[in-house]
């Protein structure tokens, strides 16, 4: 007797080998990533992220960059979890799409 082939298992999506890295920007913080991510300098060298979830600095006053020390609290950092507005090229692809249908 021969099995077809079954189709891909639901994995949670912790297991998901697909899901690769999220990359959360926090409310007046950080850019936390968790997931399966590499991280390298400019040159292409890897960096020792040290742990599974890490915490880059997008305030620029870290002392330990690119990872977040907490300084941003001090610094009165603020910025807002999602843009408050579209990057310009995806407007203009919304347009442009807009214009051909
Ligand atoms: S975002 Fe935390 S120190 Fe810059």
Request: glycine share 10%; hydrophobic share 30%; net charge neutral.
């Amino acid at each position: 007797m021969t099995h077809a082939p079954t189709a891909e298992p639901d994995l949670p999506e912790d297991d998901d080998p697909r899901a690769g890295a999220t990359i959360t920007p926090y409310r007046d913080g950080p850019l936390i990533v968790r997931g399966d991510f590499r991280l390298v300098d400019q040159d292409g060298v890897e960096i020792d992220p040290g742990r599974d979830t890490i915490a880059l600095c997008r305030c620029g006053k870290s002392g330990i960059k690119p990872f977040c020390d907490g300084t941003h609290k001090r610094s009165g950092f603020s910025a807002p979890s999602a843009p408050s507005r579209p990057r310009p090229a995806a407007r203009i692809l919304r347009e442009a799409r807009r214009t051909d249908g």
